[in-house]
């Protein structure tokens, strides 16, 4: 292996990507540099990071929602929110990721034909903010019933169904897709992946605050009795 291909290579991917591809790159690269003798230990610690982001979630988030949906007269289970909230977010990164494919996709046709045509994101935007409020309102105002295991699926293989009708579109001639110019299950990917780190982190950051507040000393009251 030529080491230094590989960390050009690396520098390279760092300048040029975003937000995202940086923050992947970042723990790829701390998690490749750990040496083989401490895998156990990094098994045992990022474990522990997983379920601190999960208690962040369940005690912060759905307590939170919980909370503040009854000021409002609705009431949602924890299933409910649960399957709301991943819902919503695959609605979101699945519309922004239209969005961006849309972008490239115009950006290659005024290449090819030196035009200078500009896509209309308003529907992706009205989608990704209408969508999540009527599913949110749904399950509130509702009681439906809730297949998690069937949303987990979709969310799982969500960039099939982003893929998918317009493959089938392209073949009519009725849209353009951005094969080997965009990938939407690298970028949908990336962005679960960085959502759930963003929430790990804070959950880390959350916990060593209350392991550093300092311990309040107890004093002796006035009636305390002299021994």
């Not at 999960?54 to 009854?70: C, E, I, R, T």
């Not at 019933?145 to 949303?151: D, E, G, L, S």
């Amino acid at each position: 292996m030529d080491l230094n291909k590989e960390i050009s290579g690396f520098k390279d991917s760092f300048t040029q990507g975003g937000v995202l591809t940086r923050t992947l790159l970042i723990f790829g690269f701390i998690f490749t540099v750990s040496s083989i003798t401490s895998i156990a230990s990094k098994v045992v610690e990022w474990k522990g990071f997983i379920l601190g982001a999960l208690n962040f979630y369940q005690l912060y988030f759905v307590g939170s929602v919980s909370k503040a949906a009854l000021f409002i007269g609705f009431q949602y289970s924890n299933t409910e929110i649960h399957v709301a909230t991943l819902s919503s977010t695959c609605v979101i990164v699945g519309m922004r990721l239209l969005a961006s494919g849309q972008k490239i996709a115009f950006r290659e046709i005024n290449k090819e034909y030196n035009s200078e045509l500009v896509p209309s994101m308003a529907i992706y935007w009205l989608l990704g903010f209408v969508i999540p409020i009527g599913i949110w309102v749904w399950y509130g105002a509702s009681d439906p019933v809730i297949r998690p295991w069937y949303v987990i699926f979709v969310s799982v293989f969500y960039p099939v169904f982003i893929v998918a009708p317009k493959y089938i579109m392209s073949k009519f001639g009725w849209v353009n897709y951005e094969r080997g110019y965009f990938s939407y299950a690298k970028s949908y990917y990336a962005y679960m992946v960085t959502i759930f780190i963003v929430v790990g982190t804070l959950a880390a950051v959350n916990s060593g605050l209350q392991e550093n507040q300092p311990i309040k000393s107890m004093k002796p009251t006035a009636n305390a009795s002299a021994d």
